[in-house]
């Protein structure tokens, strides 16, 4: 009687016991195979042919040009998920018929238009006052080669691919540039050589490639190199990893330079106020071999310089001679910036017309450093 008592609870313990290793072979088949799944993968990888790397030559209608290990390039295609290739990226591309499946490495190629002023100056050479020497020789060999190559083919003679203006700060080395920009409608692109080694540590070289690329793409342009000394300077020596990048920026800009033809409607003008410390390799002849000397303006020169900044403004009886005699030593920059003097001092006494007195007030101010014209203040102080 009392082993029948026991039958049932023997029978839920085998049960349970069953249930219990039940699920220990469910559990154990599943991670089975998990296993078989895993080395069938791995048999799979053994069993493709590898990929080879190669890298992007050119974009050639929607097709990818590719170089490989050994030198030969081909026209492949590329895989649909494969976009945006740029030359100079690593790709890996199928053994048997080369299609590329997969980027590997991009180059970082920036976006050149956003580190360059690019610009259509509207600036007229009836802005520019007391430079006509310098006007003259810039029509010559800036305009005439973009306006006439013809002239130039036919006479047989090649112009020169730019210019270097120098001269003291304000006096419209700038202004000049920008003029000859407009009169030929040309593109300006404008880098300032101190930024080009500072802001771009290590991709100066690069920069000044894409450029050079930027303004034959855009041609007729004009390549304006504002501080070109601090890339072209005899002071640079190689010591240091920041002045070989200088070097390495400075060598890549000749390397440009002589790259391209000089009918290429492409020009540069090189910009400095010391011309003392440059390298002589830049202005070697077919470079930048046209030094156009900008000075401090003369008398005749300030008189031109004050025509043009008061033409647009409500002058009473003004004194010109006296003023700009009292300019002496003054730049264009200097100038400009004594006629808006001459007007804020009308303004505080609340005339549109500007009289003698402001100017003299305007002067006086320039004189005690208290506007904010730094140059005014050295000249004066
Ligand atoms: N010869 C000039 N005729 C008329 N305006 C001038 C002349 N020179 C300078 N200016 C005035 O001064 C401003 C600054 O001149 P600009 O930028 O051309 O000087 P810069 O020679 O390039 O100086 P920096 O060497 O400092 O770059 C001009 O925008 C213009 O208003
Ligand atoms: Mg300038």
């Known amino acids: 009687m009392v082993g029948n008592t026991n039958e049932p609870a ?5 049960v349970y016991s069953y249930a219990m290793n039940l699920n220990g072979l469910e559990e154990e088949n599943r991670f089975l195979k998990e296993s078989i799944e895993n080395l069938e993968k791995e048999l799979e990888k053994f069993k493709h042919t590898p990929l080879i790397a190669c890298e992007v030559r050119d974009m050639v209608d929607g097709k990818v ?7 030969n390039e081909f026209l492949v295609d590329a895989a649909q998920n494969c976009t ?6 690593g790709v890996l591309a199928e053994q048997k018929n080369l299609t590329v499946v997969r980027r590997i490495s991009s180059v ?18 009836d802005m520019i006052g007391g430079l006509q020497p310098q006007e003259q020789e810039i029509k010559e060999v800036i305009e005439l080669p973009l306006t006439r190559p013809d002239l130039f083919k036919k006479v047989g003679i090649e112009p020169p691919k730019g210019i270097l203006l120098y001269g003291p700060s304000g006096t419209g080395k700038t202004l000049l540039a920008k003029a000859v920009a407009a009169s030929t409608h040309s593109t300006f692109i404008e880098i300032v050589g101190s930024e080009l080694v500072q802001k771009f540590i290590g991709e100066g070289a690069k920069l000044v490639k894409e450029i050079f690329q930027l303004a034959r793409e855009k041609a007729p342009s004009i390549i304006f190199i504002d501080e070109i000394d601090s890339i072209a300077s005899t002071r640079i020596d190689v010591g240091t990893s920041g002045e070989r990048e200088v070097q390495r ?9 002589d790259g391209f033809r000089p009918l290429d409607n492409v020009k540069i003008i090189g910009c400095t106020n010391r011309k003392d410390i440059l390298d002589p390799a830049i202005v070697r002849p077919g470079r930048l071999d046209r030094l156009i000397h900008v000075p401090l303006p003369n008398e005749q020169g300030r008189r031109d310089i004050f025509l043009i900044h008061t033409r647009n403004m409500n002058l009473g009886q003004v004194d010109v001679d006296k003023i700009v005699h009292q300019l002496e030593g003054a730049s264009g920059a200097e100038v400009r910036s004594v006629c808006t003097e001459a007007g804020y001092f009308a303004i505080r006494d609340d005339r549109t017309r500007v009289r003698e007195a402001d100017f003299q007030s ?3 101010k320039v004189h005690s450093g208290q506007d904010s014209n730094q140059d005014y203040r050295r000249m004066f102080g």
């Open 84 to 89: 945006g290739l740029l030359p100079g990226d």
């Open 65 to 71: 040009l590719i170089r490989m290990p050994n030198g």
């Open 249 to 257: 920026t400075f060598m890549q800009l000749l390397a440009e330079i």
């Open 10 to 14: 023997k029978l839920d313990s085998v």
């Open 108 to 125: 970082k190629k920036f976006d050149v238009d956003k580190f360059v002023i690019i610009e259509k100056p509207s600036v007229g050479w």
């Open 362 to 364: 305007a002067i006086e």
